[in-house]
């Protein structure tokens, strides 16, 4: 049983494969596919494999600060509302 190579794709694609995928195989059939084995990679394997496929890195995503965050619950259309009716008390 053999899996497709992987291939490097653009930031946001999913991986092509074709045949089974890891997690649908076996223990027994795992290693093999992977070329791995229960003691793992050796340092060239994994060092071959950093080269060809890239670092085992999450890109961060930007985000709104937390404070923004926070005074949005204040602005919503509801709150807003809320705000008003208290106004002229």
Known sequence: MTIAKP???PQGQALAREGPTPETLSNREVYPALRSGPEG???SEAA?????Y????????GGKPLIVKL?????????????????PC
């Open 71 to 87: 005074l949005a619950n204040f602005t919503h259309l509801m709150a807003l509302l809320l705000w008003a009716r208290e106004w």
């Open 7 to 9: 291939e490097t794709f």
């Open 54 to 61: 890239g670092p085992n890195v999450l890109a961060e995503v």
């Open 41 to 43: 990679l050796t340092q």
């Open 48 to 52: 071959a494999r950093i080269d060809q």
